[in-house]
């Protein structure tokens, strides 16, 4: 096992990562731009090191900023978590160049599978099922020959994006001329490189995942699934495991297919193989993230499986003692994120100080988070605040533990999504399965408060008096009745519902 790991990450992910060290007795380094020499990843590593201004590229982009402070610190091997360097092969191969261990895929497993059009030619040519399309990037001609051919509605999608970015839904040929330059446009923006194919679009589609992991030695299993249908600009929010709906036959079958694909480029840690899925529980091969995935933990609580551990251990040179037969799944997982934006104008960022925080424990619950009374959220990184994850016997249970861990949430400071994501469990729809891509779309409901909110400074007054009353301690008596009925609605109701 290493004794030293440098973490090339930030926020919730790295407090991730240093608590998964801890529990191996490994020393930890985490590097900090200037927005994040307060955070919580800083105090809590062993040693830390400054390595550059706010933006991206200034710091957690700099490769070789990042290389020089494990070779200060003397850390053995480096763990990228998600975003960042985390698919950068000429990072892993820096890393493998300067003598230092990448925990993550081979440079070359990054790079085939990186490159979309790469990986779905690869896919083919194992007999993987794939959404009738362009076999390639393509001219602007022949991409309105294919889509002429394949049939309207279709989705034109950057070769080298993710995230949403440089994807466009045309519905007729009318709109295709105009989506394919945004698309091109988005892509190079993005990218860098402003390459597209084109791909049948899926009617209510369900985006479905496959957890993976291997050894050095060739071992790979497979954990099962997550459903990340609730998604926002193609960005998702809630996930879940397993998926509500699919049979366990079509679960085995995507799961051998997600082993053969990872195989076939000799994989190596921990990997997901992105699905979507059709009505009728056909499936086909969208790519593969060489990472960890945001939201990993859903599936460590249905599995009792410890994926960021498996990944240091793998690299390290372990082998995985275990065969898919003793791999079981017990339970219902859900993953709430929660961000620092404003889902009534269309999910706008809301940078800010957080000025009061409450976060919801109890028996199931798991707060994965890097956030703390006082901290600031800046507009150079994403505005994820934490990963609320929630573990139960049943689906029916799960939603109602997430729903009531969502009402004990209390953030002051900054508009959040709390209230949206409360809205969306107590959805008729969601609570039964019947949900797709499309469902955030289908409920524009959903992004305001069917109520006047409460003052946030009241809450914070009425949450302040709570817990002076539960102390036993006497409380002031309020100054005004309107004061006294915001005491009493944020101490009994959930202020943001």
């Known amino acids: 096992m290493f004794k030293k790991i440098l973490i090339a990450n930030r926020g919730e992910i790295a407090v991730r990562i240093i608590r998964a060290c801890r529990d191996l007795g ?62 950068n092969e000429s990072f892993a191969d820096m890393c493998e160049k300067s003598g230092i261990v990448f925990i993550g895929p081979s440079p070359e497993a990054i790079r085939l599978m990186g490159d979309k059009i790469t990986a779905r030619k690869i896919a083919h040519d194992i007999k993987v099922p794939l959404v009738p399309g362009s076999d390639g990037a393509v001219s602007d001609v022949e991409a309105s020959v294919i889509a002429d051919e394949i049939g309207y509605p279709v989705m034109i999608k950057a070769s080298a994006g993710g995230g949403g970015k440089g994807m466009r839904l045309v519905r007729s040929k009318d709109e295709f001329d105009s989506s394919l330059r945004m698309a091109r446009s988005e892509a190079r923006s993005a990218f860098g490189d402003d390459s597209v194919f084109v791909e049948r679009f899926i009617e209510r589609p369900r985006h479905i995942e496959i957890q993976i992991i291997a050894d050095a030695e060739g071992n790979t299993l497979y954990l099962f699934e997550r459903e990340c249908s609730i998604q926002r600009r193609h960005q998702k929010v809630i996930e879940e495991a397993p998926s509500s709906a699919i049979s366990a036959r079509t679960r085995k079958r995507m799961g051998e297919v997600a082993v053969r694909i990872a195989k076939a480029v000799k994989y190596k840690g921990a990997g997901t193989i992105e699905f979507i899925m059709d009505q009728s529980q056909n499936f086909y091969f969208l790519e593969m993230n060489t990472r960890v995935q945001v939201e990993h933990p859903v599936t460590e609580l ?65 707060n994965d988070s890097s956030i703390y009374n006082g901290c600031e959220i800046t507009s150079f990184y994403d505005p994820m605040l934490s990963k609320l994850i929630v573990w139960a016997e049943t689906r029916e249970a799960a939603i109602r533990r997430m729903e009531s861990a969502l009402r004990e949430y209390v953030v002051l400071g900054v508009k959040t999504n709390i209230g949206f994501l409360i809205r969306v469990m107590n959805n008729e729809e969601f609570r039964k399965g019947k949900i797709d891509t499309g469902f955030i779309e289908r409920h524009p409901e959903l992004l305001k408060p069917p109520v006047l909110e409460i003052e946030p400074a009241l809450i914070a007054a009425a949450l302040s008096m709570s817990g002076a009353e539960s102390a036993g301690q006497p409380a002031q008596k309020p100054a005004s009745n309107w004061k006294l009925f915001g005491r009493r609605s944020g101490v009994s109701r959930s202020p943001l519902a």
């Open 26 to 87: 490994v020393s930890t380094v985490a590097v900090y731009s200037d927005a994040d020499r307060r955070s919580l990843h800083v105090a809590l590593a062993d040693e830390a090191y400054h390595i550059g201004g706010s933006a991206p590229g200034e710091s957690y982009l700099n490769k070789e900023k990042i290389i020089d402070a494990a070779r200060k610190s003397g850390a053995e091997a480096i763990h990228p978590g998600f975003g960042f360097l985390s698919e």
């Open 302 to 366: 249905i599995t009792g499986f410890d994926i960021v551990k498996w990944m240091i251990r793998i690299a390290a040179g372990e082998k995985l003692p275990f065969k898919q037969k003793s791999i079981a799944m017990k339970g219902h997982a859900l993953e709430c994120r929660v961000y620092a934006e404003n889902p009534e104008t269309n999910f706008l960022p809301s940078p800010g100080v957080i000025e009061y925080l409450k976060t919801p424990s109890g028996p199931g619950i798991r």
